[in-house]
């Protein structure tokens, strides 16, 4: 089950809303799919994918649907994650994907900040204070009233 983290800045009016974790029916769809045969060298196509795939950015949604259509997925971690710009010290929400699959490949969703382009790093929700106010850049934020459960 999901939460959403509310941050405001007392400083300014400005405030926003992280979600974190998963929800109940992400995977629903896949779990629906009858089990189609795997062939190590042939390629399966299934029809269906999980619901979750809704959350990733195009380009990579298109990458993560291929390898769950064409290839033999064995871990799927999926989460809303929190996330900081160590250059900008501003919070991000990211949906956060690692696919395990075939014999041992691996593909995980690495994120920029959509500002100055620097890798993300994955930040505490504990630890709001610390961050910037994307709006005002004061270090005044703090967690407000948000829903805390989700689907
Ligand atoms: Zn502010
Ligand atoms: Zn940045």
Redesign the pocket.
Known sequence: MGSDVCVECTNCDAGESYLLGVGMNYFDTYELLPRLPYYPNGRVRQSYSPRYVAYIQYGARKKVMDILDYHHVHSQDVAHRLYA??????LHGRFYVRLEYDDCAVYELNF???????P?VEASEDAIESYACKKCGKQSLVRGAGMPLWD
């Open positions: 710009c160590p250059k900008c010290n501003t920029r900040c959509g500002k100055c382009r620097t993300l």
